[in-house]
C-alpha cells in the first residue's frame, strides 16, 4: 500500500509539473528544445490520466480490502463506511478535474485549426490548474485518511486520530 501511495504522490508532482510547463509553454507560444505545444500537450495530458486513474484505483482498491478484512474479522461496518464517505469526497471533485483538463485538451485543437479564440483556452487553462490544486490538497487528506481507517482497523491507534479527540471512525 505504501508504495503505491508513493507513486501516486510522485505522479501528482510529475503530472502538475508537465501541465504547468504545458501551460507556460502554451502562453509563450515558443517550442520547448523544438517540441510544439500539441505534442507536449498530449504527453502532458497522457500522464495526468495515468496518475489520476492510478489514484482513483487506489482508492478502490483500498475499500475492497477493507471490505474484505472487516467480513473476515467481523469488525464494525463503520471502517468500509468510513473508505464509502472517504471516496464521495474524492472521487466527485476528481472527476470534474478529469473532465476540465479533457476539455482543455480538446479546445486546443479548436484553438489550432482558429475555431475559438485562444483566450478562452488560456482562461479554462487557469480554471483547470487552480483545481487540480484545490483536488491535490483534497487527495492529500483522502490518502491521511485512508491511512487513518486502515491503521485504526488494524487495531493501531492513527496518529491523525490522536491529535483530534473528536474524529471518530465513522
Given at each position: 500500500?505504501?508504495?503505491?501511495?508513493?507513486?501516486?504522490?510522485?505522479?501528482?508532482?510529475?503530472?502538475?509539473?508537465?501541465?504547468?510547463?504545458?501551460?507556460?509553454?502554451?502562453?509563450?507560444?515558443?517550442?520547448?528544445?523544438?517540441?510544439?505545444?500539441?505534442?507536449?500537450?498530449?504527453?502532458?495530458?497522457?500522464?495526468?490520466?495515468?496518475?489520476?486513474?492510478l489514484i482513483m484505483f487506489f482508492f478502490i482498491g483500498?475499500?475492497?480490502?477493507?471490505?474484505?478484512?472487516?467480513?473476515?474479522?467481523?469488525?464494525?461496518?463503520?471502517?468500509?463506511?468510513?473508505?464509502?464517505?472517504?471516496?464521495?469526497?474524492?472521487?466527485?471533485?476528481?472527476?470534474?478535474?478529469?473532465?476540465?483538463?479533457?476539455?482543455?485538451?480538446?479546445?486546443?485543437?479548436?484553438?489550432?485549426?482558429?475555431?475559438?479564440?485562444?483566450?478562452?483556452?488560456?482562461?479554462?487553462?487557469?480554471?483547470?490548474?487552480?483545481?487540480?490544486?484545490?483536488?491535490?490538497?483534497?487527495?492529500?487528506?483522502?490518502?491521511?485518511?485512508?491511512?487513518?481507517?486502515?491503521?485504526?482497523?488494524?487495531?493501531?491507534?492513527?496518529?491523525?486520530?490522536?491529535?483530534?479527540?473528536?474524529?471518530?471512525?465513522?
Open positions: 500500500m505504501w508504495l503505491f501511495m508513493y507513486i501516486c504522490y510522485l505522479g501528482i508532482v510529475v503530472s502538475f509539473l508537465c501541465m504547468l510547463t504545458t501551460g507556460i509553454q502554451g502562453y509563450l507560444s515558443a517550442p520547448l528544445f523544438g517540441v510544439k505545444h500539441s505534442s507536449i500537450a498530449l504527453f502532458s495530458i497522457i500522464i495526468y490520466l495515468f496518475t489520476q486513474t483500498c475499500g475492497i480490502s477493507i471490505k474484505e478484512y472487516t467480513e473476515e474479522h467481523n469488525l464494525s461496518l463503520d471502517f468500509r463506511k468510513a473508505m464509502i464517505a472517504l471516496k464521495h469526497k474524492i472521487f466527485p471533485p476528481q472527476m470534474l478535474n478529469i473532465g476540465l483538463f479533457m476539455a482543455l485538451f480538446i479546445m486546443g485543437g479548436a484553438v489550432d485549426t482558429k475555431v475559438i479564440p485562444a483566450w478562452s483556452h488560456g482562461v479554462l487553462f487557469i480554471i483547470a490548474m487552480l483545481h487540480l490544486i484545490k483536488l491535490t490538497v483534497i487527495q492529500h487528506g483522502g490518502f491521511r485518511k485512508n491511512t487513518a481507517i486502515i491503521l485504526d482497523m488494524s487495531g493501531i491507534p492513527s496518529p491523525l486520530n490522536q491529535s483530534n479527540p473528536d474524529n471518530t471512525s465513522s
